[in-house]
């Protein structure tokens, strides 16, 4: 079987001994050329590569789905232990134009105390949804980390003495 042609290299690159636009030919197997000299074995490759937990992207929305969402930045005025239930904080956020009572799932992250006055990131417009506990109504906005179940918020990151952002504030 013929060698794979994985590309042409200029006689300034990596040997100086090939002429100007001459094809390389890649023996069966490599991946690539490294810049040390080597060949990279895709087998050598595959055991380099980091792994990772990662979910795999959704499927694809228009923009017109995603500009349904109205994402804003709330202050989280109060934040309670939710009695009977072992995930769930309630939280009061202000985003301007009124206050959302929220359900949150990181009460195993988040002392109650801590959250007090921090901005987040807020899915405002989420259809109001009744639980065992209360009514919810809107959504914080978190990453997880796949690998630990490690929980951060999404708030705003501006320069050091700028000023707050206000409540209510889109994100866009």
């Known amino acids: 079987m013929q060698p794979t042609v994985v590309g042409q290299v200029s006689e300034r690159t990596w040997r100086g001994d090939i002429s ?14 490294r810049m040390d000299g080597r060949l990279l074995y895709a087998s050598e490759a595959a055991q380099e590569m980091p792994t990772s937990s990662v979910e795999p992207l959704k499927e694809e929305i228009l923009f017109d789905d995603f500009a349904k969402v109205d994402l804003r930045l709330g202050t989280i005025v109060e934040a309670a232990l939710v009695p009977r239930a072992k995930k769930l904080l309630q939280l009061t956020v202000d985003i301007g134009v009124k206050r959302l009572n929220v359900f949150a799932g990181i009460r195993s992250q988040f002392d109650p105390t801590f959250l007090k006055g921090k901005q987040v990131a807020v899915v405002a417009n989420l259809k109001p949804r009744k639980m065992r506990f209360g009514v919810s109504e809107g959504m914080v906005v978190a990453a997880e980390n796949p690998d630990s179940g490690e929980l951060a918020l999404l708030t705003p990151l501006r320069e050091e003495g700028a000023e707050g952002m206000l409540p209510g504030a889109t994100i866009s």
Request: hydrophobic residues 55%; proline residues 7%.
């Open 20 to 33: 100007l636009f001459s094809q390389v030919q890649a023996p069966r197997g490599v991946l690539f050329f």
